[in-house]
């Protein structure tokens, strides 16, 4: 008998999939997620629907991202769903930036692979997500990124410099850029630009602040460099954003 034989064969001699289900409510640094074709959540464990205030999973069910999110986080979701359902392919250690209660980002891995059926069709999406340094995803061969990320996080809203952030990593800028390109698909400039410009999106939505104030607090120089790298990122003016989104919620 083959190795997937016996592994089916065992499977099918469990009572409920849900008995591997229940272990990831022991796993508190980890959210688990299953979602169907029509991108709406079968089930999740305890760490995810505890996040939106959910007593139980229960009330979780048939719920989809744009009912728990931001628009701007549910599309992003919905984009990386459409493609494993299309594909049939995981997307695997997807680092993305979320801001905190108190308007520091972090960082969190995640891991989506599609779900088949014995007829081997995609009928949905399992997926994990963890905080990103939890996850230890620098931990091997990254030399000082780990070190330039915490400088990052507590500093992105100053004016700091590449150079600064090359400093703290302890890595010549060649050095730096590589393993900045193998982790995040990136380069460190553009990191930075997109981590500012995350927090004037999540700034923009909770307060009044003037367009210029949202600017400056959040690491740019002007309002027009502010504009200039928001609409490169989000495909409008930052006072644009504000408005469409206020209509939405």
């Known amino acids: ?43 999740a464990n305890r760490s995810f629907w505890n996040r939106f205030g959910f007593a139980s999973a229960a009330e ?28 049939g392919k995981p997307k ?55 070190a330039m ?16 952030l090359i400093k703290v990593s302890g890595m010549s800028p060649r050095q730096l850029n590589r393993k900045f390109r193998q982790v995040f698909h990136t380069t460190p400039h553009r990191f930075l630009i997109n981590t500012r410009v995350e927090a004037a999106c999540d700034s923009l939505l909770v307060s009044n602040k003037s367009i210029v104030e949202v600017a400056l607090e959040c690491g740019f120089f002007d309002q027009s460099s502010f504009t200039q790298h928001f609409r490169a990122h989000t495909g409008m003016t930052p006072l644009r954003y504000r408005k469409s989104h206020v ?3």
């Open 1 to 43: 008998m083959s190795a997937n034989l016996e592994i089916a064969s065992f499977l099918r001699n469990c009572s409920s999939p849900s008995q591997f289900i229940s272990l990831f409510d022991h796993m508190s640094d980890i959210s688990f997620f299953v979602k169907d074709r029509q991108f709406r959540l079968v089930t």
């Open 149 to 164: 990320l915490s400088y990052l996080r507590k500093n992105f809203r100053k004016r700091i410099t590449i150079a600064e």
């Open 92 to 146: 695997l250690q997807i680092v993305e930036l979320f801001f905190n209660q108190r308007g520091l980002p972090d960082w969190f891995c995640t891991n989506k692979l599609p779900l088949f059926n014995f007829d081997k069709e995609v009928i949905g999406i399992i997926g994990t997500v963890r905080r990103y340094m939890e996850a230890n995803v620098l931990e091997e061969g990254a030399g000082g990124l780990g």
């Open 247 to 249: 209509k939405e919620s």
């Open 60 to 87: 979780l069910v048939g719920k989809n991202d744009f009912e728990l999110f931001p628009p701007r986080l549910a599309q992003h979701f919905r984009r990386d769903d459409e493609e494993i359902l299309c594909t």
